[in-house]
């Protein structure tokens, strides 16, 4: 499988920005309410934890035959960083297939970000020849239900650690 780079996606109100480590600081404090986690475990990471994590994920996979693409969600409006979007590529016997997750920052919720973020994810995604867009979501989180709805994904019957399997097969 050839690589996915994250390139930059604009939207009407938000730049997808491919992450960097020097994210680390500022989307710490975006994502330090521990509310974030109420649907995937956890607590908050303290920006040193951020900047290691962001390190393993700019430096790629180490399995070649699996791209890590990540963006930070930028608002253009108020000039900050509000949440991040993630794409993991693989390869099955049709092609390319993305598992896609998505968050965004307390403060910036409820004004539609994550699922326009979402839609421009799936259509950059689509335009690479990715044919299955899969997310996976927790039974009782609404609103990342409505997220995945915006972006065209489906709920199956399948399951998966607790969370319901949600699909967008193109073609």
Same mark, same amino acid.
């Given at each position: 499988?050839?690589?996915?780079?994250?390139?930059?996606?604009?939207?009407?109100?938000?730049?997808?920005?491919?992450? !960097?480590?020097?994210? =680390? @600081?500022?989307?710490?404090? %975006?994502?330090?309410?521990?509310?974030?986690?109420?649907?995937? +475990?956890? $607590?908050?990471?303290?920006?040193?934890?951020?900047?290691?994590?962001?390190?393993?994920?700019?430096?790629?996979?180490?399995?070649?035959?699996?791209?890590?693409?990540?963006?930070?969600?930028?608002?253009?409006?108020?000039?900050?960083?509000?949440?991040?979007?993630?794409?993991?590529?693989?390869?099955?016997? !049709?092609?390319?297939? =993305? @598992?896609?997750?998505?968050? %965004?920052?307390?403060?910036?919720?409820?004004?539609?970000?994550? +699922?326009? $973020?979402?839609?421009?994810?799936?259509?950059?995604?689509?335009?690479?020849?990715?044919?299955?867009?899969?997310?996976?979501?927790?039974?009782?989180?609404?609103?990342?239900?409505?997220?995945?709805?915006?972006?065209?994904?489906?709920?199956?019957?399948?399951?998966?650690?607790?969370?319901?399997?949600?699909?967008?097969?193109?073609?």
């Amino acid at each position: 499988m050839s690589q996915f780079e994250p390139e930059e996606i604009r939207t009407d109100r938000l730049d997808l920005l491919p992450l !960097r480590v020097e994210h =680390a @600081e500022e989307m710490a404090a %975006v994502l330090a309410d521990p509310g974030l986690h109420a649907f995937i +475990g956890g $607590a908050p990471d303290s920006a040193e934890a951020l900047r290691a994590r962001y390190e393993r994920w700019v430096a790629g996979s180490p399995d070649p035959a699996e791209s890590w693409c990540n963006w930070v969600i930028r608002l253009r409006d108020e000039d900050c960083l509000v949440g991040t979007v993630q794409a993991t590529v693989t390869t099955d016997e !049709r092609g390319a297939v =993305a @598992e896609i997750a998505w968050v %965004v920052g307390t403060a910036w919720q409820r004004r539609g970000i994550a +699922g326009e $973020a979402a839609r421009a994810l799936v259509g950059r995604l689509r335009q690479f020849g990715v044919h299955t867009v899969v997310a996976h979501i927790h039974p009782e989180h609404a609103a990342s239900a409505a997220v995945a709805i915006a972006a065209g994904l489906v709920p199956t019957d399948k399951w998966e650690d607790g969370e319901v399997r949600w699909e967008l097969v193109v073609g």
